[in-house]
């Protein structure tokens, strides 16, 4: 019942269902019975207009006395309502010719919002719906939900009356076949509401207390059942995968710690610690490092390659774009001894270097290879890979880094990324991963000064740079886009690029974006580097992998146009040496409050764990999310990783209670791979959850 078309529930039929699916993808009686309502109002005590004042949030009900446009430079729509003690107009300003149509004399309305006067008491765009006889409940005199529709929706007369009308059809038909995936024992110890109660209530609830416990249960569901397979998947690996791996020469990556010329921080240790454990471990390693900018990411997962060399096997690290790998290729080279041979493997690679490095990773001769997506490629073959460390994970796909798993039996993982996670998302997202976190900022680092000045103080900022400049210092500038644009009102990094050019006639500016060929781009980071540049006008290609000691100041016009995780990561680009070093953010003078706060965020601290939940706060889990996965994302109906963070541990504790329980992990998770032979997840929305999982 389920899975039947929703063509088949009385009002809707084959065109309507069309509709319905092309526009929100409601394809099932399960799809119409998980579609969230948006918001609930009160009418469970409407108003009498003479007691409705100014500001009050009410619902008033009452008969159209008139349809009339209304306004001289501005047309608006007044529909005036007559309850019996007072008049009030529900007015709209957009969408006349369709609301003209909609209401009509004599129909009994209710309006509800937030009262203003102006003539009149009125309501502004009111949230509406007609009532028929009094005994029609399902609209009055409860708590209704409200349905987000289209604007195409809308006008084919699917509002929220419409949906409320199926979807207690549905429920009335379908209510009997879902299934309760919990026991009666888990429902009272978790205090949760059977699922049948809850997919009711969050429709029609009867308070809104009701209505928050049943989208809690639903969100419950969400968690627990994400966090069963990442749990289920973690287990089958160990278990379908050991192995007995070679031993690791403990001695030879110590004696390289004691010589380094710098000291690990405690975090690093840890990190280190918890990789070596997992390398001796009987079943691959599957593990995250986090880190913040600048904390030491890098030589953690130097050390933990010269780990694998010593016990016979080849590394390989995958990096996102040609910048950073070369820039993971120079620290190799310069920290490792002669005796461990690294190599480079990148798009701009010559033909014969390709070859000559091929050959080297087939016949084992090369230990280390770094590269880009070129190591994925057919024609790259390894004589014994046993360790793959993929940085800035999150631009990679699934696949990609399967691609490159497939080139070793079964090596050992370690993704990396220098964009702190929020702990609540990096539970949600990463159950089949262990975590490893490095919060600690090597000792020699010297805190970067984060200043913002609105854009008229821009020349004050001017006379800044070329005194740092003239000192010897060098300077990024960065910029939201690469060329002007008609349709946004900002400043670009070509047309500033001349700007500075002519502002610092004596200085060396280069350029530098993602339009630029790759050999030009190496040239001119060449010239960087070598500090034959005092500056580097630049969009956001110098996000991750740029390490130039000698550049200590970065200035990013238009900050409200990034995220402050991206803001972050710019920042990060500079303090790598032993000067004192600044971000200076330039924004226009007119800006919103959010971006003003924003702002603040970054001037106030440099902990990118700190920056993260706060952005997370801001941009809300889903945009904050992103890709995961090469263009897909978590997105949840139910639950909010912000605010569900103690329901996230809930179920992620129950979920591994279960798993660990369970005798035949591999049968198991290949049933639960398998679309619609889910028992594990009867009962919930099992498309969605494959939808996530995939």
Do not use: W
Request: one cysteine or more; a neutral charge.
């Amino acid at each position: 019942m389920l899975d039947k078309s929703i063509q088949y529930i009385k009002g809707i039929g084959p065109k309507r269902a069309a509709l319905l699916y092309n526009e929100l993808g409601l394809e099932t009686v399960e799809d119409l019975l998980y579609f969230l309502p948006r918001k609930y109002i009160d009418r469970s005590n409407t108003k009498s207009i003479n007691n409705c004042f100014v500001n009050d949030f009410v619902t008033v009900m009452g008969v159209v006395k008139q349809v009339k446009i209304s306004g001289h430079k501005k047309k608006f729509l007044e529909i005036v309502i007559d309850d019996g003690t007072d008049t009030l107009s529900g007015v709209f300003f957009g969408g006349i010719q369709y609301f003209i149509k909609l209401f009509e004399k004599g129909d009994t309305v209710l309006f509800s919002g937030r009262v203003d006067y102006y003539t009149n008491k009125q309501i502004v765009h009111p949230e509406y719906d007609f009532i028929g006889d009094s005994s029609d409940t399902l609209h009055t005199g409860r708590i209704v939900p409200i349905y987000p529709s289209t604007e195409n929706l809308k006008t084919n007369g699917f509002n929220s009356r419409f949906f409320r009308k199926i979807i207690y059809t549905a429920l009335s038909e379908a209510k009997q076949f879902i299934t309760e995936p919990f026991d009666a024992d888990m429902l009272n110890r978790l205090q949760c509401m059977p699922l049948s109660q809850a997919i009711e209530c969050i429709h029609f609830p009867s308070s809104m207390d009701e209505a928050y416990n049943a989208r809690k249960r639903l969100a419950f569901n969400e968690l627990f059942f994400l966090q069963y397979y990442l749990h289920l998947s973690r287990q089958y690996i160990r278990q379908t995968s050991k192995q007995k791996k070679p031993i690791i020469n403990t001695a030879t990556y110590h004696a390289f710690i004691k010589n380094l010329p710098f000291q690990l921080t405690g975090d690093q240790l840890q990190a280190i610690e918890e990789i070596i454990n997992d390398l001796n471990a009987d079943f691959p390693m599957n593990r995250m490092l986090q880190g913040d900018v600048g904390s030491g990411k890098t030589v953690v997962s130097l050390i933990a390659s010269i780990a694998v060399i010593s016990r016979g096997q080849q590394v390989a690290l995958m990096a996102p774009t040609e910048i950073l790998a070369q820039q993971h290729y120079a620290t190799f080279k310069k920290l490792l001894p002669n005796t461990i041979s690294v190599a480079l493997l990148t798009g701009s690679t010559s033909q014969a270097e390709r070859k000559s490095i091929l050959d080297g990773l087939k016949d084992g001769s090369i230990d280390i290879i770094i590269g880009t997506h070129a190591l994925i490629q057919e024609t790259v073959e390894f004589a014994n890979l046993g360790f793959i460390i993929i940085d800035e994970q999150h631009r990679f796909g699934v696949n990609q880094r399967a691609q490159l798993r497939t080139k070793g039996a079964i090596p050992d993982l370690l993704v990396m990324t220098a964009t702190p996670i929020p702990r609540s998302l990096s539970l949600t997202l990463y159950g089949d991963l262990d975590i490893s976190t490095i919060k600690e900022k090597p000792a020699n680092r010297i805190p970067i000064t984060t200043l913002a000045f609105p854009v008229s103080k821009l020349e004050a900022v001017y006379r800044s740079l070329e005194k740092y400049m003239d000192e010897g210092r060098q300077v990024y500038y960065v910029l939201p886009l690469i060329d002007d644009s008609e349709k946004l009102d900002l400043k670009s990094a070509t047309a500033t690029f001349k700007q500075l050019q002519k502002r610092f006639p004596n200085k060396s500016i280069a350029l530098l974006h993602g339009k630029i060929q790759n050999i030009d781009k190496e040239k001119i980071m060449s010239l960087f580097n070598n500090h034959a540049l005092d500056m580097l006008v630049s969009t956001t290609v110098i996000e991750v992998g740029i390490d130039v000691a000698n550049a200590s100041i970065i200035v990013i016009e238009h900050p409200e146009r990034f995220g402050l995780s991206q803001l972050h990561q710019l920042r990060g680009r500079v303090g790598r040496g032993t000067y004192k070093s600044f971000c200076v953010l330039i924004y226009p003078d007119s800006i919103s409050p959010e971006s003003i706060q924003r702002i603040n965020i970054l001037t106030s601290t440099d902990d990118g764990f700190i920056i993260a939940e706060e952005d997370l706060k801001i941009r809300g889990a889903g945009e904050f999310i992103g890709t995961r996965q090469h263009g897909k994302g978590i997105a949840f109906e139910f639950a909010d990783p912000i605010n569900d963070f103690e329901l996230i541990g809930i179920a992620r504790e129950e979920a591994k209670k279960q798993v660990e329980a369970l005798k035949d992990i591999p049968v198991l998770f290949e049933n639960v791979k398998r679309p619609y032979t889910m028992n594990i997840l009867e009962g919930i929305r099992k498309k969605h959850i494959l939808a996530m999982l995939s």
